[in-house]
């Protein structure tokens, strides 16, 4: 394919999970302009100020352009792509064959654009045996679904342009998003004046100066807050005792706890004046509909396991589930992880594996030790965890304590430098990419986006390094492709009945099967989209767990919808569900919501005599390390000049602090925490309540400049530490780090 100058080429934003729908005009490889798409099934034209600075992705940072192998003297050489594929092959069958396919370890598997190529991962990772793998999500939401698998099952979704009351726990969808076309849809909320917003955070963000009733409590006191909450409406009777009593089960145990709770002074161990925890709950306990949001302030920070519940709670007491502007269980085209009520745990330190993902916090932990099951290898795609992974410097030193790193990514990042291989990828505008954050209820779409450009030379897909790994390790015998290629010939039918065939006589293909369709159906595809060979099997997925949905989204069967995602350049609805749908998806057999989690009730129990401070003398701030601002994205791009306001990504404090402290604007302050030290520039912040502080994420990377690299802003996991986590599900608390700020001068 070649690019076509002046004619604008449809794609999507690769920022966040809403992938919002582009147009992009090129001139030559430039994005010279972009614009939302408004056809595009989900954004609808809608797009915040980040979509437009994507050039600075595509051409911005340094891309890798052949694959680097890591020589004994510890510089990098650049090899072909054969000679990586077979060293790469042979390098992880010696792994698996010494140590066993188990200490192959997998992290990644894509960003927030990016999932095509992670699902085919899933097959090399069969191929080989490897059982352990993680993401960023392990990061963030493997509490949240640990509670979601005992309640209803599976993720929630807010209603939030039709709910009544809409609330943002630790969530500040300006910035951040999450909420599709959030920026429209919150000053909706705002002007309509039937409807209202709660948003509990530290911090007035730009949500909160939207918002109705700003709970600005004190960091790492949600426990405490959304308790009394729970407490009013159970002890106001605002409990909708009717749908508690039809859809649910083991209500009393929870009634019964709430009412004994003391708001005024759990209202004072959050900071907040009770009279507004009261308004609060009467808001929510009174309206037609509730939606709710949890997001990082909360998941990043102490208790955050329990808070997820007394979130869910929230909700459930108030009956403000399958119906409109309530919440939502929703249709998947592919699970972002497999949450079960039922947990394995890791092999050296027995950490809780959540949703199949060993807890970020852990990783280092089972392998800087001498145990004989610590993981001897790592690959890691679309991540970059050197960088994103608390204690930084505990990771680099893990990765240097394996047998054998491989990444994949466009550039060479902080974790590329410390590896053996790095195999360099097309970016996302140059193959066939989508994301599974396919999260909307009642519509859920899709996006299938072709490349706008080609491949810049020396890259490859994602899929396409991993079907050469395994064409390498002879994962498939040629005999079994070679009936299947055949049958794809013939059409989409007889491929059908062939498949099931040989997988019905060799199990072991179930596992590899994106390899299998990649080799064999992939070719046949139009336009080159042999990568979305997977969705086909998706597509049939589809048709057999939501045949009812799919039809009426107007697909007749699964190769019908299969062909809308290959043709649909603005994505694809590919479920519309009912609101009583909802109660299908509750995977319990009585179609009940059990709400008592017995392992939660003594936690909630407890919180009157847990400890609702972590701060000290020495620590005396809360630093919330990795705040989403107007020009922060992850690490996605690796050029300095995309952003157009707080170049530096400054730190973030409170007037009274500043005074005291003896710090101006601008001014250098050294930050120092148990783990380390990093020095930032200052930026003084009505917004930020004393001792309160936050960096934002993603800063802090080493860029190349000609020889050396230069480093803007802080990179907030070398502040982190390991041991602050989570009880239950072990995600950090980077929204929650004790530190100590200095005027450099003075250190
Ligand atoms: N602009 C931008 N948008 C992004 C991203 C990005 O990098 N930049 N990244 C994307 C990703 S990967 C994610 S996961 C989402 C995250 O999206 P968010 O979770 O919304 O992002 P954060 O800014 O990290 O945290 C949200 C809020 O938590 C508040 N907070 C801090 N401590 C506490 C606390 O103790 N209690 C409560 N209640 N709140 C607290 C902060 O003040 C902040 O306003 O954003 C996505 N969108
Ligand atoms: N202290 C602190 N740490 C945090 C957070 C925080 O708030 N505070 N937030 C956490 C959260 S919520 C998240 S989601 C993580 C995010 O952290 P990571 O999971 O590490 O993800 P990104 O920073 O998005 O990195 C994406 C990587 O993909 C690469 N890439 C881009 N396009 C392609 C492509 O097409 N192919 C390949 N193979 N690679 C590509 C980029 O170069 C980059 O290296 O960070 C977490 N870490
Ligand atoms: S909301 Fe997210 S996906 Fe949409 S344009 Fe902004 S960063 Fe991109
Ligand atoms: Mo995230």
Redesign the pocket.
């Known amino acids: 394919m070649t690019a076509v100058q002046g004619e604008w080429h449809k794609t999507a934003c690769i920022l966040c999970e809403n992938n919002c729908g582009l147009l992009i005009q090129l001139e030559d490889r430039r994005f010279a302009k972009i614009r939302g798409d408004k056809e595009h099934v989900a954004s609808a034209g809608y797009t915040c100020n980040k979509a437009l600075r994507l050039d600075h992705y595509q051409n911005g940072g340094a891309r890798l352009t052949a694959p680097l192998r890591r020589e004994a003297d510890g510089s990098f050489t650049e090899i072909d792509w054969d000679i990586a594929i077979s060293e790469v092959a042979a390098r992880l069958a010696a792994v698996r064959d010494q140590h066993g396919g188990d200490k192959i370890f997998y992290y990644?598997g894509g960003?927030?654009g990016?999932h095509l190529?992670g699902a085919y991962s899933t097959a090399l990772r069969r191929a080989l045996g490897a059982r352990y793998r993680s993401?960023?999500l392990a990061?963030?939401k493997t509490g949240e679904g640990w509670v979601d698998a005992h309640l209803t099952g599976s993720h929630t979704t807010g209603d939030f342009e039709h709910a009544e009351v809409s609330v943002f726990l630790g969530k500040n969808p300006w910035q951040s998003h999450g909420v599709p076309r959030a920026r429209t849809v919150l000053q909706q909320i705002a002007k309509d004046p039937a409807r209202s917003m709660i948003v509990l955070d530290p911090v007035r963000t730009e949500t909160a100066d939207l918002a109705d009733i700003h709970l600005q409590l004190r960091p790492g006191t949600d426990a405490w807050c959304l308790t009394a909450i729970l407490a009013v409406l159970v002890q106001d009777d605002l409990v909708d005792h009717a749908f508690l009593a039809e859809h649910t089960t083991g209500s009393e145990a929870v009634l019964h706890e709430l009412s004994g709770i003391d708001v005024a002074a759990y209202a004072e161990t959050a900071g907040v004046p009770e009279a507004l925890v009261r308004a609060a709950a009467q808001r929510i306990g009174t309206a037609a509909s509730v939606a709710t949001y949890e997001d990082?302030g909360v998941q990043?920070s102490p208790n955050s396991t329990l808070i997820s519940y007394l979130n869910k709670l929230l909700w459930l007491l108030t009956g403000n589930f399958a119906k409109p502007g309530g919440m939502h269980p929703h249709s998947w085209m592919a699970p972002l992880a497999g949450y079960s009520r039922d947990v394995k745990l890791t092999p050296v330190t027995g950490a809780r594996i959540l949703g199949g993902m060993v807890p970020c916090n852990s990783i280092s932990e089972e392998i800087l030790t001498d145990h004989p099951a610590r993981f001897r290898a790592m690959i890691i795609?679309?991540?970059?965890?050197a960088?994103?992974?608390?204690d930084s410097a505990a990771f680099r030193q893990a990765l240097d304590a394996l047998e054998l790193v491989v990444v994949?990514?466009?550039?060479l990042?902080e974790?590329a430098r410390r590896a053996d291989y790095v195999l360099p990828?097309?970016?996302?505008f140059e193959k066939w990419e989508a994301t599974f954050f396919n999260l909307e209820f009642p519509h859920n779409t899709f996006h299938l986006r072709a490349p706008v450009l080609d491949p810049l030379p020396g890259t490859l897909s994602?899929p396409e390094m991993y079907a050469r790994l395994m064409r390498e390790l002879g994962t498939v015998g040629s005999g079994k492709l070679a009936v299947l290629r055949a049958a794809a010939k013939l059409g989409r039918r007889p491929y059908k009945w062939a498949f099931a065939a040989l997988l019905a006589t060799d199990k072991s293909l179930a596992g590899v099967a994106p390899y299998v369709l990649y080799e064999t159906l992939g070719p046949t595809l139009p336009d080159g989209a042999r990568a979305a060979a997977v969705l086909w099997a998706l597509a049939q997925r589809i048709a057999k767990v939501y045949p009812a949905a799919m039809h009426r989204a107007g697909h007749r069967d699964a190769d019908a919808l299969f062909d809308a995602i290959l043709a649909g350049r603005s994505g694809v609805t590919f479920t519309v569900d009912d609101y009583a749908d909802a109660w299908d998806y509750l995977p319990h057999p009585d179609k009940r919501i059990p709400v008592a989690i017995t392992e939660l009730l003594p936690a909630l129990h407890g919180l009157a005599d847990t400890q609702a401070t972590h701060t000290s003398t020495e620590f005396p701030f809360v630093l919330a390390?990795?705040e989403r601002r107007s020009f922060t994205a992850?690490?996605?791009f690796?050029d300095d000049t995309w952003r157009r306001r707080d170049p530096e990504g400054a730190l973030r404090l409170n007037p009274d602090d500043a005074v005291r402290l003896g710090l101006s604007t601008g001014d250098q302050a050294r930050i120092t925490t148990r783990r380390g030290s990093a020095i930032a520039a200052v930026e003084i912040n009505d917004r930020m309540q004393p001792g309160h502080a936050s960096l934002p994420?993603?800063l802090g990377l080493d860029l190349p400049t000609g020889d050396t690299t230069h480093r803007t802003g802080v990179a907030?996991?070398e502040l982190?530490d390991l041991t602050w986590r989570d009880a239950i599900a072990g995600t950090p608390w980077?929204k929650h780090v004790p530190a100590r700020i200095e005027p450099l001068q003075q250190t």
Do not use: C, F, K, Y
């Open positions: 990644g960003g927030q990016n190529g993401s960023a990061q963030e990082l990043q795609e679309s991540s970059n965890p960088h994103s992974l608390a994949i990514d466009v550039a990042t974790t990828a097309a970016s996302q994602e390390a990795g992850n690490t996605i690796r994420n993603g907030a996991n982190t980077h």
